[in-house]
């Protein structure tokens, strides 16, 4: 499923292109709204998402753009180069980006840097979203903590507390819940 943007698709003339246009926060952020003019992103009901699973596929996600760049670096250098950095399987990219790169530029860039930078951004607006889970995960731990911590210490004051089904506490309220590209 997290995938399928990034196979390449048979055309009618038998050859194959690569669907443009896929995108991590589109793959695996169904609860949100992407503005197109200012190209932030914003989190429609974050108490919908289940957190702990949208991090695993979004992890998932970059893991599989991390592979794929590195393999794409890999396959445009030539087996000298390949000597020259004392490398025998893929390099990751991001790690050695300074050295991959100038090793790519030796060889007159045979792929596009535009497109080394789109994985790249994916990858690290992936690593962003999974930033922000965590930070709301917290926020609701936190505000979950006082609650129950006030709940607790009325109790102990003799205070009643009222148990209303119908009014939940939003633990995320006055929380900016914006998510950025």
């Known amino acids: 499923m997290a995938m399928q943007g990034m196979r390449s698709k048979p055309t009618k003339e038998g050859g194959r292109t690569l669907n443009k246009g896929f995108s991590l926060h589109l793959l695996v952020f169904p609860l949100a709204h992407v503005c197109n003019d200012t190209n932030k992103m914003t989190l429609i009901n974050p108490q919908g ?22 393999k794409i ?79 607790e210490q009325q109790k102990i004051q003799g205070t009643p507390t009222k148990k209303n089904k119908s009014k939940k506490l939003d633990p995320l309220r006055g929380q900016k819940v914006i998510a950025r590209c």
Do not use: C, H, T
Request: glycine share 0%; net charge positive.
């Open 49 to 70: 998402m289940k957190l702990n699973i949208y991090k695993q596929k979004v992890e998932q996600a970059i893991k599989s753009y991390e592979k794929r760049l590195n």
């Open 73 to 151: 670096v890999w396959r445009a250098l030539s087996p000298e180069e390949k000597k020259k950095l004392d490398a025998n399987k893929p390099m990751r990219y991001l790690e050695n980006k300074a050295a991959l790169n100038e090793a790519l530029e030796r060889l007159n860039w045979p792929i596009s840097l535009k497109e080394l930078s789109l994985l790249e951004n994916e990858i690290l607006a992936g690593k962003m979203y999974v930033q922000q889970a965590m930070e709301l995960q917290e926020a609701v731990k936190k505000e979950n903590y006082v609650s129950k911590a006030l709940e």
